[in-house]
């Protein structure tokens, strides 16, 4: 890795602050209808434009950002159903367990660095804590480093953009049932109706309940998503979307590593356990989760030359939850103490299910953007100039419970159970008092305004140059819940911050195109961090006095067309946090004296190899480094390994038989800063096969063909819970379009 480390992206940095004017192309077509796939028919994997990452509409070729777009066709034809299941054809992506569980609570690492409030949802923050369903989504893109310009805050190692489905002038009629092993019971419904010559309206329905791999409760989903929009391709275009998801979802923690010494520097091994066995409690652990989100947008193109877009959303997201978390234990079952050594069947977990995993949310948001775009010609350059403006609301507000196995006692009794770690006893009942405790209440206001201009200087050269300020306030109290005693606060932090990117790309064909390209982005220390504890924010009566942490990329990258159908990007990128929040090593007390650098590349090459032929695929390899920090320091970052990779491929055989699958390889990460437990490496095989018809399609899927067992995350910052990937595993998909 060293070889590419600092020469390639010193020169990207030289090159892309001496270009005198730097700006980014405007496609050059107008802006049109977003691209809808129907019934899978669009197979070819690539993705041409992209309208997320610079605002306007833009051709890939002329973005200077490495960005995975995951189409409705690799989500139809791999059976994906949440967003996690879609991330595993983008390398690079790690999981963590945060605080309240797996299932809704995935901290995805990218680049080596958190992506927990960097979840969007058409382009606009979806700030909630909740299982994300693709039922209404249409495609995931993964937009790579930094992307403070467009999208705010945050997005250290980059960000997750999901698109949804919308109504369009397309007729579509179809129903899916999927079955599957596990008890899976799935039934979804897309129906788009025309309702004029300008106008449609589009309804995607959602029902389940299924059963898992990783514990005996069942998992129950309902979801509805209709959307209505008029004056398609007129000068001023309406839409009106609503999303309702209401999950019955379980809170799991994963299983306990393997302590290799219960006094030495804290290794630990993976559990030499089935990913079925599960130490939770089934009569006690849940996590409901009901989330609503309202969007209004109005579209005005006043001419050929200048446009207007307007986009309202409102959101609300409730969460009830109750927790186990699990740790091997000494004595063992004999009353011997714990060793490596100690034979597996004596080994036992305590499982405590206590009242620091126990929470309520009522979260909430608010969020009006317009951006206004203006095409003009000075000379002979062509820019294509985006302004816009940012207004958001988000409030959290949150309490947890006491739990007491023995009220009785003075103190609190966590309630408590041992189980074997070999057989665990899910069934296991518990007696314990619930009173409500603590009540954290935080909020933050965002004002935003923002300027990009993307030129086209000459036919090869072209370029991007963007500028954000954004004043972000924040505030943050915990009181007792019943007496309303402050408990901690109440803090406030005011940061205005500016960020933006600048991007030169050259074309000497239009088969190829290069880039450089740098951006950085801010992490204030009231950013409301929903995965958090409690409190649901950083915000403490140190941090309130502390500047945001700034994130910084430099990347160099490019495109080739291969051949007729075939897309294959690249790019080299070094991603540093530059000013991390470490503790002072006399004081304790956080201090802006960290560093961590992130450097790498990737590849994807995705579209036809021949027309039956379909691939999507990548690769990265990357290296971390803990550059500064009072602990750990020479350290890898957690959630980095050195090379993953995917690649997922579809070939038609003729008469509507279609076979294909997929491979995930990785080759471990750390759990933690510590670098005392690994992760290990893993090969996971997927197939397909199906027959598809104009009417109707049935689809079979198999996961994990080898029964592999592996990892795909540990408990945040540690090792010592981890959550084992699915074994073998299949589901049938019987899809009907009634058009």
């Known amino acids: ?233 007129g000068k001023t275009e309406f839409l009106a979307s609503y999303y309702y998801l209401k999950t019955k979802d379980v809170t799991d923690y994963g299983q306990p590593s393997m302590p290799l010494s219960l006094t030495g520097n804290g290794q630990r091994a993976m559990p030499p356990v089935p990913a079925t066995n599960y130490y939770g409690f089934a009569n006690h652990d849940f996590s409901d989760h009901e989330t609503q989100i309202g969007t209004f947008r109005i579209d005005h193109r006043f001419s050929d030359a200048l446009s207007l877009r307007n986009t309202t959303r409102v959101a609300k997201y409730k969460r009830q939850m109750e927790a186990t978390i699990a740790d091997i234990v000494s004595p063992d079952a004999n009353g011997v103490t714990y060793t490596p050594s100690t034979p597996l069947d004596q080994v036992l977990v305590r499982r405590r299910h206590d009242g620091g995993r126990t929470r309520d949310n009522d979260d909430d948001s608010f969020i009006n953007q317009t951006d206004l775009t203006w095409k003009a010609v000075t000379g002979s350059v062509k820019h294509t100039v985006l302004t816009g403006m940012e207004l958001s609301r988000e409030r959290l507000n949150r309490w947890n419970y006491t739990l007491d196995a023995d009220p009785a006692t003075a103190g609190t009794q966590i309630p408590t159970s041992p189980t074997s770690l070999l057989n665990p006893d899910p069934y296991t009942q518990l007696s314990y008092t619930k009173t409500p405790n603590l009540r954290a209440k935080s909020s933050g206001d965002t004002v935003a305004l923002y300027l990009q201009d993307q030129a086209e200087w000459t036919k090869e050269w072209k370029s991007v140059l963007g500028v954000r300020w954004e ?149 990265a390899f990357m290296d971390g480094e803990i550059v500064k920090s009072t602990a750990n320091q020479g350290n890898k970052p957690l959630g980095v390994p050195d090379f993953a990779g995917n690649v997922w491929t579809i070939y038609r055989l003729g008469g509507g038989w279609e076979v294909g699958g997929g491979l995930n390889a990785n080759s ?16 996971v095989v997927d197939a397909t096969v199906a027959y598809v018809q104009q009417k109707y399609e049935v689809r079979l899927n198999l996961y994990n063909l080898s029964d592999e067992v592996y990892y795909v995350g540990a408990y945040q910052n540690s090792g010592d819970r981890v959550i084992p990937g699915m074994p073998r595993a299949a589901s049938l998909t019987m899809r009907y379009n009634f058009d």
């Open 1 to 233: 890795m060293k070889r590419f480390k600092r020469r390639p992206l010193a020169a990207a940095v030289f090159l892309v602050f001496s270009a005198p004017q730097l700006a980014q192309a405007q496609t050059q077509t107008e802006q049109t209808l977003p691209q809808i796939t129907v019934r899978g028919e669009q197979d070819h994997f690539r993705t041409d434009s992209n309208l997320s990452s610079m605002g306007t509409e833009t051709p890939m070729r002329d973005v200077p950002q490495f960005i995975n777009t995951v189409p409705q066709s690799l989500i139809h034809q791999s059976n994906a159903t949440s967003i996690g299941d879609a991330l595993r054809y983008v390398p690079g992506i790690t999981y963590a367990a945060a605080e309240g569980g797996v299932q809704a609570n995935f901290v995805y690492y990218m680049r080596g660095f958190p992506v927990n409030q960097d979840i969007f949802l058409d382009g606009l923050r979806d700030m909630g804590e909740y299982n994300r369903d693709l039922f209404a989504t249409e495609a995931i893109e993964v937009l790579k480093g930094p992307s403070a310009l467009m999208f705010g805050r945050g997005s250290t190692g980059g960000l997750i953009n999901q698109v949804s489905k919308i109504a369009d002038l397309l007729p579509r009629k179809e129903l899916a049932f999927t079955v599957g092993s596990f008890d899976q019971k799935r039934l979804t419904a897309d129906l788009n109706v025309r309702t004029g010559d300008d106008s449609a309206f589009r309804i995607v329905v959602l029902g389940e309940h299924s059963g898992s791999y990783r514990y005996p409760q069942d998992v129950d989903r309902i979801g509805i998503a209709p959307s209505l929009r008029w004056g398609i391709g």
């Open 471 to 619: 004043r972000f306030e924040a505030d943050a109290a915990t009181t007792n819940y019943l007496s309303g005693a402050p408990a901690a606060g109440p803090f406030a932090r005011t940061d205005n911050m500016v960020s933006g990117r600048g991007g030169l790309i050259w074309q000497p064909s239009d088969y190829q195109s290069y880039y450089i390209a740098a951006s950085n982005s801010f992490n204030p220390s009231g950013e409301l961090g929903v995965y958090a504890g409690t409190a649901q924010t950083p915000l403490t009566a140190v941090t309130q006095n502390l500047e945001p942490e700034e994130n910084r990329n430099i990347e160099v990258g490019a495109q080739w067309e291969v051949g007729r159908g075939l897309q294959l990007r690249s790019a080299l990128f070094q991603t540093e946090k530059i000013n991390q929040r470490i503790a002072d090593s006399t004081t304790n007390v956080l201090v802006l004296a960290g560093k961590r650098r992130v450097q790498g590349l990737e590849l994807q090459l995705a579209g036809s190899i021949t027309p039956n032929w379909d691939v999507y695929s990548g690769v």
């Open 668 to 683: 471990g990460w750390w759990a933690n800063d510590l670098n005392n437990t690994k992760m290990p490496s893993y090969v």
